[in-house]
């Protein structure tokens, strides 16, 4: 199956011939794939192709032997998932040296000898979902709902620092501790201190590897000249074997020193909760409405957060429905997808146009579903801090957008007290007596622009 796809893959680009050529259903090629993910024997770290081909869609260029010069880079600064290597950028700078520890990447991959690799922590439990490259396209990617993280694009979405900071280690270890619950994401919490360290280690490792890696597919599709002959190379030859090209140096340098600062940065990045203290904030989800209405001052509270969460302000009801029930807007799609999709004018839902991509390996693309909150399952964390920067700084990558806080009511955006009102009435909402209104069958529009644009 693989090797025909393959063959049908360089054989024809456009993917209107495909169907026409080869006469097979879209459909039944979708349902093909999805249970056909690339072949992975050995430890190895797949070529991101999903990318590469989004970015010479978008340029109009083949890069594919680009992409092929791009893992040598890789091989160079990284090592290979047999043997991991620190990149000598970071070892060679005081401010970076510490980033990466080689002894916990080796432990984490089973390149360490005295842990055999089917026993070493991200190969035993993580690469079935996540794959060796960190991809989220392992082996039992395609059945999970919503899939597996891909790490490379350098974006985690539950941690204590804003919107589109790097993470600390420490949330990661929490993800990986408590999993992401209501997801696929399991707890780990039989593995030791030390395997959780490596672990977490190991995926900052490969989610600096990915990025490194989209970077140079972006670079080589907009600033090389891959038409001269010979066209421009990451690369070149020496002494029969490839090395890293010394023209390029210079733009690989800078990009690994914007890796290495947003990871170093990332403690500078907290997000800052104060609990105000001139209203009363839930310590915990209650147990009953009950312990709601018992306090007057608390009660005003969530009412005044549900008046938020359905009135225009917030909107929050436009994507998670007017009860909550996650049943408003439940037709967007996360960015992972979006960047290959919607993006670049590709139409996710059109079975035909989609096929390209996943012959290189994406996933048939799936809708993000906005949460229920009559459930009382969160993936970020369930004290009031925890949805406090949810609130704030939304999920990033995914359309749950950040809050704009502002100092009165007469600016768009919300007060930083309503952003706790908000939080009091998340935290209330499944205790809170139904009926919880079930939303209109047409989807409700898009809703206003109180987020805070995402800055890159
Ligand atoms: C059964 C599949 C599966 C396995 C096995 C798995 N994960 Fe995940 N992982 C997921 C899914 C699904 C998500 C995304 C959940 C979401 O976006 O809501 C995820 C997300 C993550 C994230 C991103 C968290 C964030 O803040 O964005 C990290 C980090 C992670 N996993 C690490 C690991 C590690 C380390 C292991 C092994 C110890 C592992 N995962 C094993 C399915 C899996
Ligand atoms: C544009 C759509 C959209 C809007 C507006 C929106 N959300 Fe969300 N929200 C989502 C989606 C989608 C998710 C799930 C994201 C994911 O799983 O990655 C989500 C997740 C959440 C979560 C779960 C966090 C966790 O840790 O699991 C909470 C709580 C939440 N939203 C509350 C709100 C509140 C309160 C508002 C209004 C201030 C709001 N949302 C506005 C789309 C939206």
């Given at each position: 199956m693989n090797t025909i796809l393959v063959a049908v893959e360089f054989t024809v680009k456009a993917n209107s011939k495909l169907v026409a050529l080869f006469g097979l259903g879209a459909l039944s090629l979708l349902g093909a794939l999805g249970c056909e993910p690339p072949t992975q024997t050995g430890p190895k770290f797949l070529a991101n192709r999903v990318y590469s081909l989004k970015a010479g869609t978008q340029n109009e260029v083949e890069l594919d032997p680009t992409l092929a010069d791009i893992q040598v880079v890789l091989d160079e600064y990284?090592?290979?998932?047999?043997e991991p290597k620190i990149p000598k950028f970071f070892a060679d700078n005081s401010d970076f040296a510490q980033l990466l520890d080689l002894e916990k990447l080796k432990r984490a991959c089973g390149?360490?000898?005295?842990?055999p690799r089917v026993e070493s922590v991200y190969v035993k439990n993580c690469i079935n979902c996540h794959a060796w490259e960190g991809s989220g396209r392992g082996p039992g990617s395609a059945g999970v709902d919503p899939y597996p993280r891909d790490f490379r694009a350098g974006v985690f979405k539950y941690k204590t620092t804003v919107r589109l900071a790097k993470p600390l280690k420490s949330d990661l270890a929490k993800t990986v501790r408590y999993g992401l619950a209501g997801s696929g994401m399991g707890a780990y919490d039989k593995i030791t201190e030390t395997e959780l360290n490596d672990v977490v280690e190991y995926v900052v490792y490969l989610s600096m590897r990915g990025e490194l890696e989209r970077k140079m597919i972006d670079y080589a599709a907009t600033e090389f000249d891959l038409s001269a002959n010979p066209p421009t190379r990451w690369v070149k030859e020496e002494g029969g074997k490839l090395i890293v090209n010394p023209e390029q140096q210079e733009t690989l340098d800078g990009f690994m020193e914007e890796i290495a600062t947003a990871w170093h940065e990332a403690n500078n990045n907290l997000i800052v909760v104060a609990k105000p203290t001139d209203m009363p904030v839930l310590e915990k989800a209650p147990v009953s409405w009950d312990e709601v209405t018992g306090n007057a001052e608390l009660l005003a509270s969530v009412n005044r957060g549900k008046e938020l969460f359905i009135g225009q302000a917030a909107v929050c009801s436009s994507c998670h429905g007017p009860g909550g029930l996650?049943?408003?807007?439940?037709?967007d799609y996360d960015d992972w997808t979006k960047e290959w999709t919607a993006r670049i004018?590709?139409?996710?839902?059109d079975a035909e146009a989609v096929i390209p991509f996943l012959l290189r390996g994406a996933l048939p693309p799936k809708t993000i579903k906005p949460r229920n909150l009559r459930e009382g399952v969160y993936r970020g964390g369930k004290t009031p801090e925890d949805i406090y920067r949810r609130l704030r700084h939304g999920i990033p990558y995914a359309p749950m957008p950040a809050i704009t806080t502002v100092a009165s009511n007469d600016e768009p955006g919300l007060m930083e007290k309503d952003l706790w009102h908000l939080v009091n009435y998340v935290l209330a909402m499944p205790v809170e007596p139904k009926p919880w209104p079930v939303a209109p069958a047409t989807p409700a529009a898009p809703p206003a622009p109180v987020a805070e644009e995402a800055a890159e």
């Open positions: 990284f090592g290979t998932a047999a390149a360490d000898p005295s842990i996650g049943d408003g807007r439940t037709t004018n590709v139409d996710p839902t």
